[in-house]
């Protein structure tokens, strides 16, 4: 079952206090300095390992008296609050010039019943990923984003759908589709067989966007995607 706190813990490695070391991916960054999730019946989120003590405890406390969420675009209680208490950290003589960016979303899960597509095969190489995307580097693959599903034209990949974050539980789904070649729905079908995948191997499927991400949601629509969550995060 998918809940605010599978969600945070799939996408987020956290010390024995709760709070984020890095993200659960290859080549893992620190994350959000703060992270929300909520949903109709609870709330998860986590402060970055980093940010001060008493900051991190005034989060914390504001985090407890979040309200039930209602509409999944509406924003959290307290953001202005957390913003405030954030951009002193960034702003300080440690990071001067600093700011904060937010960025939220739907969480997504798999219905029972996915479709199986057709011609879609496994990707286990990074070179062939070469030519029509950018950014992934040798054993990438093997070190967390399998399974990668793609669709392949000419002998290579044009869409694929990988581990975008990985726990022993759980797997968030990332998707990316060359330019010339989007508009076709191949989005859908390789993040379908990517979902199938992760099934198989005894994982949750998990599903997230940005409200500004508009193919991305489009895919959502068109799996027929359960939004049963909404994440809120600052950045810095």
């Given at each position: 079952m998918s809940t605010p706190d599978l969600h945070l813990d799939t996408l987020f490695v956290l010390n024995a206090d709760g709070r984020i070391t890095s993200t659960r991916e290859p080549g893992a960054s620190p994350g959000p300095l703060f992270f929300l999730v909520r949903s109709q019946t609870g709330c998860a989120w986590a402060v970055r390992s980093d940010v001060p003590d008493d900051v991190a405890a005034e989060l914390d406390e504001l985090?407890?008296?979040?309200?039930?969420?209602?509409?999944?675009?509406?924003?959290?209680?307290?953001?202005?609050?957390?913003?405030?208490?954030?951009?002193?950290?960034?702003?300080?003589?440690?990071?001067?010039?600093?700011?904060?960016?937010?960025?939220?979303?739907?969480?997504?899960?798999?219905?029972?019943?996915?479709?199986?597509?057709?011609n879609i095969v496994f990707v286990d190489d990074e070179?062939?990923?070469?030519?029509?995307?950018?950014?992934?580097?040798r054993g990438e693959i093997a070190a967390g984003r399998a399974p990668v599903m793609g669709i392949v034209v000419d002998g290579y990949p044009v869409s694929v759908c990988f581990s975008a974050r990985r726990s022993d539980v759980a797997a968030e789904a990332g998707v990316e589709t060359a330019e010339a070649f989007r508009g076709r729905g191949f989005g859908s079908r390789v993040t379908a067989a990517w979902a199938l995948?992760?099934?198989?191997?005894?994982r949750i499927p998990l599903y997230s966007t940005e409200w500004t991400n508009s193919p991305s949601l489009a895919v959502a629509r068109k799996l027929g995607l359960l939004a049963y969550a909404s994440s809120w995060s600052l950045s810095g």
């Open positions: 985090a407890r008296r979040e309200p039930p969420l209602v509409d999944l675009r509406d924003g959290p209680l307290h953001a202005q609050r957390y913003r405030s208490l954030l951009q002193g950290r960034v702003q300080s003589a440690e990071h001067p010039g600093g700011g904060i960016s937010q960025s939220s979303g739907p969480a997504f899960a798999f219905p029972d019943d996915v479709t199986a597509p057709t070179q062939l990923l070469e030519r029509n995307f950018r950014g992934w580097v995948a992760i099934r198989a191997s005894g």
